[in-house]
């Protein structure tokens, strides 16, 4: 495609300014790369659970605490 050919074209009608403004501000948001997605909420049943591989440590009073949240 050459720098003079235009990306698109007007088949039938006669398009406003503000009808063209509106076309290529649609195909320029729908063109670009979506963003990041956004982070998955944890529910706070799975935040107050202990780290993963963390083992109840052995010792006076283990097995009283073992029971506690941490």
């Given at each position: 495609m050459s720098a003079?050919?235009?990306?698109f074209r007007v088949?039938?009608?006669v398009p406003t300014a503000?009808?063209?403004?509106?076309?290529v501000g649609a195909l320029?948001?729908?063109?670009?790369p979506a963003g990041t997605?956004?982070?998955?909420a944890r529910s706070t049943w799975a935040?107050?659970?202990?780290?993963?591989g963390a083992?109840?440590?052995p010792g006076r009073g283990a097995w009283r605490t073992?029971?506690?949240p941490r």
């Open positions: 003079e050919e235009p990306l088949v039938r009608g503000e009808e063209l403004a509106a076309l320029t948001l729908r063109s670009r997605p956004a982070p998955v935040r107050s659970a202990r780290p993963v083992a109840p440590a073992s029971g506690l």
